[in-house]
């Protein structure tokens, strides 16, 4: 009770300091929360968002300084155009079938196997091997010099000189893989032998390389030297062709190494004949394998090919035979890069499991008292991260450790290879046979063969890498998630797209087999289809087979309509849908959508500033202040809570508390979803109620039967934009304003009432009240919809 005083008047006691403190408690009480772990959540999708955009530039670096090192170590632009050149002349110039100076033939003429030996004796040996200079048609003039000399080191043609640039390394090799000897399936009363040949259509590239050693039957190969004089040359050429007969009937010594038993070189059994030999273009220094590859099928067909692959001697120079700089400064910056990465992921290791590591043994929690803290849980919690935690990290581990995994394997490689290729060199050097210059060749071939797939993994994974270090950008996200979404929904595609795919090549097969190559086989069938789908093969030659012209037209037309019409046009209307969803949920219901690039580079630069000047604290400093929050049972978080509880520790002891703009504007934004949420359910909520009442009130009689079209057709609204709620906001808002018309309709008790309400419907107050809603804000009801269960209105709706 208060004291009274001598005057009559009322001392004030100290009570009142103890119910004003009472009252502010009591407001600090009403002071609006958010929860906790939805502030964490907010949190890190910032610091993801932050982290990935801070990490695109270098993802794109990693890739350009990948590209930049692949560009100039293989340089492809300067090797293919001198392997063009090989193949061009071996095409074009060496050719047989003469007439006076004409040739009329050339390698893709060689049908049969004199037109083989036609083709190596005056094609082939000729082109290669030219001791002297060579004049224009024509010009029969004597006392012409054999060699010209365009300086001390300049003679023309030069001595194993090919393409005035090029020199052969030691000689022809010929080589042949004999197939084995099968049953025949008709049997015949001649003497007829049958071999296990293959119907090849058309043979892949591979057919017409050599095979391992152990799976080669009976493999015969012969070396021409090209030191020797052409007439040499020609001479046991003839011998491998006649298999030494006019050699023993000019009582010579035969120069067919394995042809002494009287049989030609060239065997009926012959599946594969190969002819290669070593260039090394010395202005480059890019040696070169030259291999002419012939297929003999079962049918008697001969196909040819010219193959040539090429590795570099001196992959760190130039062609000036300098220093290759570009390629020392590309390679400096990818590896530093790939370190970059190394880094990082060890550091997120490291994070997760803590400074235990780094502590000596006598400070660590013993495992009986804390089994959780002891060393020995450390890796068990550093493997664990790799398989635990948000989608987004794991993915990211799992990337930057595939990253890892293909840059060692691409840096070992290349020490290999570049091992490999020194190896031929210094074979050639030191003046060894050709048979070990070529084997060397091959086996660095082989190495380099090796190195193209690693790189090719390595461009997959950088790039995989840098699609989702953009998936953390609200606006570069829209095609990833675009795809991640849709993915489902393409796969029961491509099932589709198959089964329809295979049928027509089966088709095809069937109808098409014997008159285009496209369709002889069934694997054939179905590359003849995708070429019909992207407009490769011209339907003329469906049109002009066999058959006739009516199942050509039928076939392509059906085809067309059904595969390139309906169901590309399917594939690209579900992908542009989910492109659709994506945006409008990346959108969140507002006008401005996702968040830019650049606005969100600007927004990291104020927070780095705000953090330099002391203004602001760091967003992982705060999210890990929330989370000691909420482990301590704090599961609401207010703007005075965060003042009071978030603070970072400098290094000289002194604590930065969070600064109160920054606490507002954080808490306003976690606000802000918060509600939105609470928005989403609370509609959801009232839309069903509405429809439940709508679906199980009373019937409309038959008087108020004209009421009922404009009913169905909002409530079949309803049901549509409710089943999207979570898909596009925007849809919210309009069944909003659909629920705003549907509660204006009368209660079942009152549509007894009908005809008098249409009596009144057109009246001028009804007029006006309908404009009045038309025009009203979209979440201002006035007449809530009413309870499932009593039929009243719901007030919480």
């Keep these: 009770m208060p004291k009274v005083a001598k005057g009559g008047v009322l001392t004030p006691q100290p009570q009142a300091k103890t119910v004003e403190a009472g009252r502010s408690q009591q407001s600090q009480s009403k002071e609006p929360t958010v929860p906790s772990a939805l502030f964490i959540k907010h949190l890190d999708k910032e610091l993801h968002e932050e982290d990935s955009c801070k990490r695109l530039p270098l993802a794109a670096i990693l890739v350009f300084a990948f590209i930049s090192v692949l560009s100039l170590t293989v340089r492809n632009w300067e090797a293919f155009e001198i392997e063009q050149a090989f193949i061009f002349d071996i095409e074009e110039n060496a050719n047989f079938a003469f007439s006076s100076f004409m040739g009329h033939k050339d390698l893709h003429d060689v049908n049969n196997i004199a037109d083989f030996w036609s083709w190596m004796r005056l094609g082939l040996v000729p082109l290669l091997v030219q001791p002297k200079h060579v004049f224009s048609e024509g010009n029969l003039r004597t006392g012409l010099p054999p060699v010209f000399s365009y300086g001390p080191n300049a003679p023309l043609p030069a001595e194993r000189g090919y393409l005035m640039h090029s020199e052969l390394i030691g000689g022809l090799r010929m080589t042949q893989v004999l197939s084995e000897q099968s049953t025949c399936r008709v049997q015949s009363a001649l003497p007829w032998f049958c071999f296990a040949r293959k119907y090849a ?5 591979s057919d017409f390389f050599p095979v391992a050693e152990d799976d080669r039957h009976g493999e015969k190969e012969e070396w021409l030297s090209i030191d020797s004089p052409v007439p040499d040359l020609e001479v046991q050429l003839l011998d491998m062709e006649d298999g030494c007969l006019s050699a023993n009937n000019e009582g010579r010594n035969c120069l067919c190494s394995v042809c002494r038993s009287g049989q030609p070189w060239l065997d009926p059994r012959a599946e594969k004949v190969q002819v290669s030999f070593l260039v090394t273009h010395r202005s480059s220094g890019l040696w070169s394998l030259v291999t002419v590859g012939f297929v003999f099928t079962a049918a008697g067909r001969i196909w040819k090919k010219v193959d040539v692959r090429s590795q570099w001697a001196y992959p760190y120079q130039d062609l000036e035979g300098n220093l290759n700089g570009g390629l020392i400064v590309a390679q400096i910056v990818w590896l530093g890069l790939i370190v970059e990465v190394v880094v990082y992921l060890v550091l997120g290791l490291r994070r997760v499991t803590g400074k235990l590591v780094m502590k000596p043994a006598e400070q660590l929690p013993s495992e009986k008292d804390h089994p959780l803290q002891s060393r020995s849980s450390v890796a068990a919690e550093a493997l664990s991260n790799l398989v635990m935690g948000s989608p987004n990290k794991v993915a990211r581990k799992w990337i930057d450790g595939a990253v890892l995994v293909t840059a060692g394997g691409q840096t070992l490689q290349w020490a290999v290879l570049v091992g490999s290729i020194g190896r031929v060199s210094d074979a050639y050097a030191a003046g060894e046979p050709p048979r070990a210059i070529f084997r060397a060749m091959e086996d660095t071939l082989g190495t380099d063969r090796w190195m193209m797939y690693w790189n090719a993994l390595h461009i997959v ?100 309509m059904l595969v390139s019409l309906v169901l590309i046009n399917m594939l690209l209307a579900v992908i542009i849908d989910t492109y659709c969803e994506v945006k409008a949920e990346l959108a969140g219901g507002g006008g401005a959508g996702p968040e830019t690039l650049w606005s969100q580079s600007a927004e990291i630069y104020d927070r780095w500033r705000g953090r330099v000047r002391g203004e602001r604290l760091g967003l992982s400093d705060v999210r890990d202040s929330v989370r000691a929050l909420l482990e301590q049972g704090q599961d609401e978080i207010s703007v005075s809570l965060l003042e009071r509880e978030v603070f970072v520790t400098k290094k000289n002891g002194e604590k930065q508390y969070i600064s109160e703009s920054q606490a507002k504007r954080l808490f306003g934004v976690v606000r802000g979803i918060a509600s939105a949420g609470k928005a989403d359910d609370h509609s959801e909520q009232c839309a069903e109620s509405l429809l439940h009442h709508l679906h199980g009130g009373a019937h409309v009689s038959d008087s108020n039967q004209e009421l009922r079209p404009d009913i169905s057709s909002l409530e079949a609204q309803v049901a549509e934009l409710t089943t999207a709620l979570h898909e596009d906001r925007e849809r919210l808002m309009r069944m909003e304003s659909l629920l705003e018309q549907l509660a204006s309709f009368p209660s079942p008790s009152a549509r007894e009432a009908a005809p008098t309400q249409r009596q009144a419907h057109n009246s001028p107050r009804a007029v006006a009240r309908r404009r009045e809603l038309q025009h009203r804000p979209l979440h201002a009801h006035t007449n809530p919809p009413r309870s499932v269960t009593t039929g009243a209105f719901c007030s919480n709706c």
């Design 461 to 560: 994974v950088l790039f995989a890498r840098v699609l989702h270090v953009m998936s953390g950008q609200p606006r570069l996200a829209i095609v990833s998630n675009t795809f991640s979404k849709s993915i489902v929904d393409i796969i029961h595609f491509c099932v589709v797209f198959l089964m329809i795919t295979i049928l027509f090549g089966a088709l095809g097969y069937v109808l098409f087999g014997r008159d285009v190559d496209q369709f002889s086989s069934p694997g054939e069938s179905l590359w003849g289809c995708m070429s019909l789908l992207f407009g490769e093969l011209e339907w003329s030659v469906l049109v002009e087979a066999r058959g006739g012209r009516f199942q050509g037209i039928a076939f392509v037309l059906a085809f067309t």
């Design 201 to 205: 259509p058309r043979p892949f590239a």
